[in-house]
């Protein structure tokens, strides 16, 4: 996702509910994946669904999948 600026941006989720918009800096794309090389930190949970969607701040629901599903 990219703010209006055109600078790319993820949702995080922290605390279990809480999201938040973060910029981050975008690598190499590998069979349909993009690598982040910075902005976002190991074991983070990130929002891959309806990020267009979330208000920053407001209690998110999360369900989680395998990496493999995807």
């Known amino acids: 996702m990219r703010d209006s600026a055109g ?3 993820i ?3 922290s605390g279990g ?3 938040e918009r973060r910029a ?3 690598g190499e794309r590998i069979g349909g994946r993009v ?3 910075a902005g976002l930190r190991p ?3 990130v929002a891959v669904l ?3 969607r979330v208000a920053e701040g407001p209690a998110v629901a ?5 990496a493999e599903a995807q």
């Open 24 to 26: 981050v800096t975008l």
């Open 43 to 45: 074991g983070e949970t």
């Open 11 to 13: 949702v995080v989720v």
């Open 7 to 9: 600078a790319a941006q």
């Open 35 to 37: 690598i982040v090389t």
């Open 50 to 52: 309806g990020q267009d």
């Open 17 to 19: 509910t809480l999201a």
């Open 62 to 66: 999360v369900t989680t999948t395998s």
